[in-house]
């Protein structure tokens, strides 16, 4: 009485048919990108100052330089306009005055300098940008910086509401129906906001992407791992986190060519609407079948993996049922994550992971960017450090296991964290050197969890686990940007000593999560009860019964 690993091996683990539903959804983790990072060009903030009518012609007049003209009409202008005065105020002075001096345009309209009043920009900014950006074009600025950092906030908190609800969607009627779903809406909303007239439409539309968008991508991930075999699963989950790396490398390139914000959300947009035709490349997972007692789709779908590898099925494989097929299908609760004791540890812990590797991951770009010289090179380098990661994980999490990779990849993250902390700025190579580590460190824990994650949950409650899990990493997404930005303003290194903090406790956390490695999804709560043990009793595995053709 095989299982379905059983009967994956004979029809095949990993051939035609799952390597070109990988590549199909590994198109989908691509395009994923641009929604979780997108906002580092599509809400860059250029250098800018204060519009000041005539001061254009004024300059024109003297034949000053750009910088001249910044020199003599721009408050505490010192090189950079890094100042809130030289960005946010101006001199409160008439220059369209005729008598105004080319060499000291300020003296010759007041006796004192000091004394000349300053305004807030009443006619706007001049920014330093030959691009456009949701900044410069809803002027979020000054005394409106909060509304990029509501933007951002918008898009986490969908994803935070997503993975609940997108979850239970996915597990109540399907990985397929799910996908479809999700990809229609964030097709549609996110060329929405390519053409938003206000900043307003344009958060609601971010929040939309922000609902469907996560849920989708991590639903593509559970339908990977389900059509594979036990013996591929992580090369296939690997790859499928390397196409998000890939994305990044495409967001730059489009980043670059594109410097006008609309543009660029509806060219990474568009290609979405391509994956509507999934509904007849991708069947439903025939794991999901059979935990909802639908064994003959889930042997149509089995057929069709094996015609898709050539393969035959064999003849006593040709009907099959599982052992309580008239018994209630069972239904993914919330509840059923805290309810037995192994489950609510793993989901306490996969919670905090899923928090540590997203305020890591996000709190490192951020905190580089602070002092951040060419975005472009800044974000590809930042984007070429994780294919190391997977080459790494690729290489070990056969032999190895998945606990201590994990362990020692959040000790490398925060041990990083820490040296780029207390290296002085002398020692720059040092510094970048362990910021790089520690970025690889933090990309290598993402990629584990999310292997790890559907493996210690049953079928029918597995995307539901997933989605309820990784919530965590959206709630941390919120959260990040304020660690980063106001702990700054007390010492710059402050984010990375509590980034250190963090990692370090997840490492120690999860080696208290089963090890995976050679283990077969579990199928009932029992199985992932029983997780722990060494060796599951085959005994308490949903077996599908074999019925010879006469």
């Given amino acids: 009485m095989p299982t379905l690993d059983d009967i994956l091996e004979q029809i095949g683990e990993f051939d035609f048919f799952q390597k070109q539903a990988l590549f199909f959804l590994c198109l989908l983790s691509v395009t994923f990108t641009p929604i979780y990072v997108g906002i580092f060009f599509l809400g860059f903030t250029p250098e800018h100052h204060c519009h000041s009518p005539g001061m254009a012609e004024l300059s024109q007049r003297c034949g000053w330089s750009l910088e001249e003209q910044l020199n003599h009409t721009v408050p505490e202008w010192g090189g950079h306009g890094a100042s809130f005065g030289s960005r946010c105020r101006r001199y409160e002075v008439d220059w369209n005055t005729t008598d105004i001096s080319c060499t000291d345009p300020l003296g010759s309209l007041v006796a004192n300098r000091s004394t000349v009043p300053l305004g807030p920009c009443r006619d706007g900014w001049v920014y330093d940008s030959p691009g456009t950006s949701l900044v410069t074009e809803f002027n979020l600025v000054c005394e409106d910086s909060w509304k990029l950092d509501l933007f951002q906030s918008c898009v986490n908190a969908g994803f935070f509401i997503g993975s609940m609800s997108i979850g239970y969607i996915a597990d109540r009627f399907g990985r397929k129906l799910c996908l479809l779903v999700t ?57 499928y986190q390397a196409a998000f790396s890939l994305g990044l490398i495409i967001l730059t390139a489009l980043a ?217 990493c959206d709630l941390g997404g919120i959260i990040t940007p304020f660690l980063v930005y106001r702990l700054a303003e007390l010492w710059h290194e402050l984010p990375l000593v509590i980034f250190a903090v963090i990692g370090l406790i997840d490492g120690g956390l999860v080696l208290l999560l089963p090890e995976m490695k050679g283990k077969t999804l579990p199928e009932t709560i029992e199985d992932a009860e029983n997780l722990h043990r060494k060796e599951r009793s085959k005994e308490k595995a949903i077996y599908l019964h074999v019925l010879a053709s006469e």
Wanted: hydrophobic share 50%; charged share 15%; aromatic share 14%.
């Fill in 183 to 239: 990809v229609f809406l964030n097709s549609a909303s996110g060329v929405l906001m390519a053409f938003a007239p206000s900043y307003t439409w344009t958060v609601i539309f971010r929040l939309i992407q922000g609902l469907v968008s996560k849920g989708g991508w991590l639903t593509g991930y559970v339908l990977i791992a389900e059509f594979v075999g036990l013996n591929y699963r992580r090369a296939a989950c690997i790859i």
């Fill in 256 to 472: 670059y060519a594109l410097p006008h914000w609309r543009w660029l959300q509806l060219t990474v947009t568009l290609p979405n609407f391509f994956f509507l035709l999934y509904y007849w490349c991708l069947p439903e997972s025939p794991r999901w079948l059979i935990a909802q007692k639908q064994n003959d789709k889930a042997m149509e779908v089995i057929k069709h993996i094996a015609k898709g590898n050539k393969k035959k099925l064999p003849l006593s494989f040709q009907n099959l049922n599982s052992e309580d097929e008239d018994g209630e299908k069972p239904k993914p609760s919330f509840l059923d994550l805290v309810r037995t004791p192994q489950i609510r540890k793993h989901t306490f812990i996969l919670m905090y992971s899923w928090f540590t590797s997203s305020v890591l991951y996000q709190g490192l770009i951020m905190h580089m960017g602070i002092a951040a010289g060419n975005m472009y090179l800044d974000f590809l380098y930042s984007a070429l450090v994780e294919f190391p990661a997977a080459i790494i994980l690729m290489l070990t999490l056969d032999r190895i296991g998945r606990r201590y990779p994990w362990a020692a990849a959040n000790v490398m993250a925060g041990g990083a964290c820490l040296v780029t902390a207390l290296v002085p700025d002398t020692l720059y190579w040092l510094k970048m050197t362990a910021a790089c580590l520690g970025r690889m460190g933090i990309t290598m824990c993402y990629e584990i969890i999310c292997l790890v994650n559907p493996e210690l949950y049953p079928t029918f409650l597995r995307n539901l686990g997933v989605l309820v899990c990784s919530s965590m």
